[in-house]
């Protein structure tokens, strides 16, 4: 891994626009798996003593707002 030489981390989650087109109304792929990687990373981050901020991109599972939840939701289970 490499050295970081910023205090914070900035994760932008993307997907493909050709995959959902139109209508974000809620997740249609299943990214539990990746977020959960991502929550370790996190964590690590956070041992480091960094700021994290997270955002979601709505075609990374058709929905960000979800995305964002959820990630929230498998934080708070660890």
Do not use: C, K
């Not at 299943?30 to 964590?43: A, I, Q």
């Not at 981050?45 to 960000?64: D, K, M, P």
Request: proline share 4%; hydrophobic share 30%.
């Amino acid at each position: 891994m490499e050295e970081a030489t910023a205090g914070f981390v900035y994760i932008r989650w993307l997907g493909d626009r050709q995959e959902f087109p139109s209508g974000h109304t809620g997740p249609r792929r299943d990214r539990r798996d990746d977020l959960g990687w991502w929550s370790e990373r996190v964590d690590h981050f956070l041992s480091e003593g960094r700021e994290v901020f997270a955002y979601a991109n709505n075609h990374y599972q058709n929905h960000s707002p979800s995305t964002l939840e959820q990630f929230v939701e498998i934080r708070r289970s660890r």
